[in-house]
């Protein structure tokens, strides 16, 4: 029953609303009760003292008996309170007069006289309070209220007002009725809302379990629906993220299997066609160095493929130490562009250089720099047309080295530049021979550049060619 977590939450939230609201339907009746206890003690109090401004003319015989049940009727607010007045003579005290409940048969009860004890604090000058039985007086509870009786200024003894508890909690009932209906009806509609909400909150959950298996199952398609804007919301949202980059991500290494399939057949197969030839003699042994060299390249192009598979390979594990010394990027720039004059001659591209000085020395690992700069040059002359322009420039600013490398090519779509980065990913699906790679270069060089705290970006356009530049720390 309490697997899912809608179970869960309805439930937890329910019992924890159920619980607030008895609680305060508890203290508000409590409360209540009290407030009307004290309420009802004021007024009998207030109605007592009336009483004894009265007492005081009957009992100077100016007003009747029959004048004091009139007056102590009208008095007293709540019904079936019995009112007591006890005179003190020598030690006990004697009930003078005596108001009953209406309805009551026997107008003149019998009431044991009062110990002096019993009545002391009156005596005293002091006001009671008390709820009880009032020393066994009275078969039930009542609220009883004692002031000091005055007569010309002087305490000769007490009066009591005696409520029943009873009339009061009848008061009190129709409320209580009233708060519990209240709590009932919150309790309904807090559950109603908690059901909602609890349904809100775990259903993108629901749907991203649900979703999460079909994507481990090999389905990219599926996507949470996001409903909302709070942290679950922002939660569908990146699971959605996520699902994008893998079904992306599983795209392009379906990409990269048939590429990499297609870049270790055909070198192989040719290397197996040209030294199978060679060993059967097919070829005129003038031809065969032609043919064993043709070999060999490919060799070569089958290990820079598989340095730049390994390479990655470490970037991922994190096994990629780095060697920071002090060099001058300019000097390496020149040596690796010595290194590519023959490539650079083949196209007739000229090679412009703009070094902001002679020397510029940076902080870095100058092996990783050499292979981000081999691979930015790499795709300068493959994707630069004939005849066109590379430029490299190098200046500091602000305790960096920067490093431009620009080509004239073909250029790049905008909204693909943002992709150039990723593992496998090539902008040109269609290219072919020598302008075909694994999609791993860039990838290689920025992981490089991240490595070094540093950053990496590109300016292009289609057509007009790529303007790669990334910045190293500078050594003073």
Not at 62 to 78: K, P
Not at 177 to 195: E, G, H, Q, R
Request: glycine share 6%.
């Amino acid at each position: 029953m309490f697997r899912s977590l809608f179970s869960r939450l309805m439930v937890t939230y329910f019992v924890i609303m159920l619980i607030t609201l008895i609680t305060l339907s508890l203290f508000l009746s409590s409360a209540l009760q009290r407030y009307v206890i004290r309420t009802t003690e004021e007024e009998l109090i207030r109605e007592a003292k009336e009483l004894n401004r009265h007492y005081e003319l009957y009992d100077r015989g100016w007003v009747s008996r029959e004048y004091m049940e009139l007056i102590s009727d009208g008095i007293t607010s709540y019904e079936n309170t019995s009112i007591w007045v006890v005179r003190v003579v020598g030690d006990i005290g004697l009930l003078q007069f005596q108001y009953n409940p209406r309805g009551t048969t026997d107008r003149e009860m019998e009431v044991t006289p009062f110990s002096k004890e019993e009545i002391i604090n009156v005596l005293s000058g002091n006001i009671i309070k008390n709820i009880g039985k009032f020393g066994d007086r009275f078969s039930a509870p009542v609220l009883t209220v004692g002031i000091p009786l005055k007569i010309s200024g002087k305490i000769r003894g007490a009066i009591f007002f005696h409520t029943p508890i009873e009339e009061l909690d009848l008061i009190l009932y129709d409320i209580y009725a009233d708060i519990w209906k209240a709590t009932l009806f919150s309790a309904a509609l807090a559950a109603v809302l908690l059901y909602w909400m609890s349904r809100r909150i775990s259903k993108p959950l629901s749907q991203m379990s649900e979703v999460s298996r079909e994507i481990a199952s090999g389905n990219y398609k599926r996507r949470v629906k996001v409903s909302s804007k709070d942290e679950t919301g922002q939660l569908a949202i990146s699971f959605n993220a996520m699902a994008d980059s893998l079904e992306k991500l599983e795209d392009m290494r379906r990409t990269f299997v048939a590429n990499v399939s297609h870049e270790l057949r055909s070198p192989l197969t040719s290397m197996r066609g040209y030294i199978q030839g060679v060993l059967d003699k097919t070829f005129d042994p003038e031809e065969q160095e032609k043919y064993l060299t043709i070999a060999l390249e490919e060799t070569q192009r089958l290990n820079k493929l598989i340095n730049e598979l390994l390479d990655l390979s470490q970037i991922e594990s994190g096994q990629f130490p780095l060697n920071i010394i002090s060099f001058d990027i300019n000097e390496q720039l020149r040596r690796l562009i010595i290194a590519q004059e023959e490539r650079i001659n083949a196209k007739e591209i000229d090679v412009v250089i703009e070094f902001e000085s002679n020397k510029c020395m940076v902080k870095a690992d100058p092996d990783r720099i050499k292979q981000v700069i081999i691979n930015l040059l790499d795709n300068a002359i493959k994707f630069n047309r004939q005849q066109g322009k590379i430029i490299i420039k190098t200046w500091k600013k602000r305790g960096k080295v920067y490093v431009k490398i620009q080509d004239q090519g073909i250029g790049m779509p905008k909204d693909e530049i943002a992709n150039i980065w990723d593992r496998f990913y090539q902008v040109e699906k269609s290219r072919t021979g020598q302008e075909r790679g694994t999609g791993l270069g860039l990838s290689i060089v920025k992981k490089i550049i991240e490595e070094h705290h540093e950053n990496i970006w590109v300016n292009s356009s289609p057509g007009e060619g790529s303007a790669f530049i990334f910045s190293l720390e500078a050594s003073s």
